[in-house]
Each structure stands twice: as C-alpha cells, then as structure tokens.
C-alpha cells in the first residue's frame, strides 16, 4: 500500500531564511515523488518531481527536493524564503508501476512567510 | 494558464437545481479527472476517465455524474445535491502511463456552494 505523511500541518519561517517542507512516504515498489502549491483560491500547481538519477531535484520559483530512500523521504527545500512563497504545498507519491491515477496525496503543509 | 481550464469558477446552486462542471485540456493528454477538495479533509479522488472510458468511480453518490465526450473534454452533472457537498472541484489532465512520471496537471477549480 501507498502512503504520504506531511508530518507539519503549518511552517513559519522568516523572509530570507532558508525553509524546509517535510514529507515522508511508503510505498512496496519505487516511488515517483511530487511537490505541488495551492495558492489562496487556485487550483494546485506542479512544482517539481522525482523520478530517477540525481537525488536533488530543482523545480520553479527557486524550489528543489531531496529524494532520500534510506529515510523514505522527498523534503521540500528552498535556500531563501520570500513573502510569496506563503501557500499550501502537498507531497504526493505514487509506484512506478501503477498508473498516473493511483498517486497518493498528502494532508497539505500551509507555509506562512513573514516580512 | 496550466494548460487545464475549468468554467464557472464560482457556482451557488440550491438542493433542487441542476448544473454542470466544465473542463477542457490542451495538453494532449488522454486521461482526466475529477478530485474533490474540502476543508480540513484530504484530496479525494472521484472519477478516472482514460481514453474516454470511464475507469475509477471512488464510490461518489450518484447525484454527481461524470461525462467524457472526448479526450479534451470532461463535465461534471451536479444534481439534488446536498449542502456538505460544498467543496472546491479540480479537474486534472495526465498521460496514463510512459516514461518520466506522468505528472497530473490540475485546473484552477470550480467553487462550488450548495444553499
């Protein structure tokens, strides 16, 4: 069975810190990982995934993940923080082997940045 | 612009009406989906077209009924709903299956409010 645990409901970071998503998923083959953002009122929009070779993964507005399969992991990073990247941010995996249907969603993490 | 485009945006429609969900894909894709978000709940899942056959119904009450004309095109019939069926409604586009992930792209949403 699939999985996807976003262990924090919200993060508070500073603008111009670096911040950092979590994300932790079970799956019985390998996984395609994926980070979307829900911004206020919008539908969610794809930011980066994961689907094999090198385990950083760079995607838009600055973002990159880190796939580490020892700790199941695919946290979301970003070196610098700004206003605008306040949102909901879902992690979302799914099998290799199955089809694009079956991924599995998380609860969201809301990303509140402050000036 | 995600390549997904959902009409109304806003929709308020009482227990007796009948209306209808539109979305439209210009990605090439040959698969679509209806998901249903509410809050505080995880996103659901509600209906799997590919190739305009219908091939996931996540046990959705029939008061909604999907329609697939074509490849492009994906409605959702709303009926004699129910005030907790209030939620936001995203329609997604992807490829099946492939190489790289077939990474399912999302519409803005369709709100929709049930009085």
């Known amino acids: 069975a699939q999985s996807v645990a976003q262990p924090e409901d919200q993060v508070n970071v500073a603008e111009g810190n670096p911040l950092t998503v979590k994300c932790t998923y079970s799956v019985s083959g390998n996984p395609y990982l994926f980070w979307y953002v829900q911004y206020p009122n919008r539908g969610l929009q794809f930011l980066l995934k994961y689907i094999t070779g090198d385990n950083l993964v760079k995607g838009s507005y600055g973002f990159e993940a880190e796939f580490n399969k020892s700790q199941t992991s695919f946290h979301l990073k970003k070196p610098s923080a700004l206003v605008s990247d306040s949102a909901l941010y879902f992690c979302a995996v799914r099998d290799v082997d199955s089809s694009a249907s079956k991924i599995i969603f998380g609860s969201g993490t809301r990303l509140s940045i402050r000036p | 612009e995600t390549g997904v485009t959902q009409t109304p945006r806003h929709l308020v429609m009482g227990m007796t009406n009948k209306k209808s969900l539109k979305c439209e894909q210009h990605l090439g894709h040959n698969a679509m989906y209806w998901y249903k978000q509410s809050a505080k709940k995880p996103l659901e899942l509600m209906f799997v077209?590919?190739?305009?056959?219908?091939?996931e119904n996540n046990s959705v009450p029939s008061r909604f009924s999907p329609e697939c004309p074509n490849s492009s095109h994906l409605f959702l019939h709303l009926h004699t709903l129910q005030p907790e069926d209030s939620a936001l409604y995203l329609c997604?586009?992807?490829?099946?299956?492939?190489?790289?992930?077939?990474?399912?792209?999302f519409g803005e949403g369709s709100w929709l409010t049930v009085v």
């Open positions: 997604a586009s992807s490829q099946t299956r492939g190489p790289a992930g077939n990474t399912i792209y």
């Open positions: 077209y590919s190739l305009e056959e219908r091939v």
